[in-house]
């Protein structure tokens, strides 16, 4: 069954089909170059070595959208009865390592990090008015739904995951367009 079981059938009406790829690129297209424009706002030293730093970001959020989507197309369920009968603390670290995801190795360890890393930075950029609630919001909906793939028998249909996919590559490509080019500074008002 999909994530959102009432659009599974409009998910075959091929008008449908295209704005919602569309949408999934366009709306992690805007949320790279956000993201990527607050990073070299917030750290101006950045800009010295511009080719550098979009390239690190660039392959960073590559490798976690490659390792991000099979999680996302299969994830590991987590059982409620399971966590409430946790007696001894190995169980109870277990659970936890299950829960957060990192249980199955440096690779999810590693996509975890970027994750982490950019809420890190999305709190410590100025990202004010609509483009923070356009990031926030979209944001929060992938991680509703990343939760629901999780915490309930509900799994990703495969235009879903394509359409997480489109999501993830466009974000890719946004930390890209966002960082490529040098920020000039704002012009002081000399009254």
Known sequence: MALVPPLEEIFYDPTFSLIAILSAFAIGLLQGIILGRAIMVRFPRLQNNVKKVSISLFVLFF?????????????????????????????????????LGI????????????????????????IRGTSKIFVFSFSLLILLF???????????????????????????????????RKIKPKKQDLH
Do not use: C, W
């Open 146 to 180: 990343t939760g629901l793939s999780r915490f309930t028998d509900l799994t990703p249909s495969t235009f879903e995951v394509f359409l997480y996919f489109l999501y993830q590559l466009g974000l890719t490509i946004g930390i890209l367009a966002g960082t490529v």
């Open 63 to 99: 490798i976690n959208a490659i390792l991000s989507v099979p999680r996302f197309a299969s994830p590991e369920k987590i059982d409620f009865s399971s966590i409430s009968q946790a007696t001894s603390t190995g169980e109870v670290a277990s659970l936890i390592f299950l829960i």
């Open 103 to 126: 249980n199955t190795g440096f690779l999810a360890v590693l996509a975890i990090s970027v994750t982490v890393m950019t809420l890190v930075l999305l709190k410590l950029t100025h």
